[in-house]
């Protein structure tokens, strides 16, 4: 699969959750979500479509391919993760949820299992890898 950039990751999570709540992810509600202009969002769903992420006909909603969900629940995951981690730390759940979105896209893998680890359970002993 080509380079997921932070910008893509976002439309792929924002339509998934768009169709999660029941709505049709249509190029309007992606660019009202986002809070883009619809050029931007025809421009990202050209790229999506070309990594086989997405499906479009001309005019219809946005249907997302047995791997685009794959891939947007692993994008939702890792937000829903650091939320969680912030929230544990303190952080208010607005602020919690725009700093995970920030964060998601930057960390490395190594980071997002101690992560996990950690708010699975409360502590983070050592590495075991060493």
């Known amino acids: 699969m ?3 950039t932070q910008s893509l990751e976002d439309y792929i999570e924002t339509i998934y959750m768009i169709v999660k709540s029941g709505a049709e992810a249509s190029v309007h509600a992606v660019a009202k979500e986002l809070g883009v202009k619809m050029p931007s969002v025809v421009k990202a769903m050209r790229e999506l ?3 086989e992420l997405v499906t479009q006909q001309p005019y219809s909603s946005i249907c997302l391919t047995d791997k685009g969900r794959r891939v947007a629940t692993a ?3 890792r937000h829903m993760l650091l939320r969680r981690f912030l929230e544990m730390l303190g ?3 607005v ?3 725009r700093d995970a979105c920030r964060m998601e896209h930057f960390l490395s ?3 997002l299992d ?3 680890l950690f ?3 409360g502590k983070v002993i050592g590495n075991p890898q060493k």
Do not use: F, P, Q
């Open 114 to 116: 101690k992560i996990r």
């Open 109 to 111: 893998a190594e980071t």
């Open 49 to 51: 479509k070309r990594m």
């Open 2 to 4: 080509s380079y997921m």
């Open 119 to 121: 708010t699975n359970n």
């Open 91 to 93: 952080v208010g759940s």
């Open 95 to 97: 602020n919690a949820d």
């Open 75 to 77: 994008v939702l995951r």
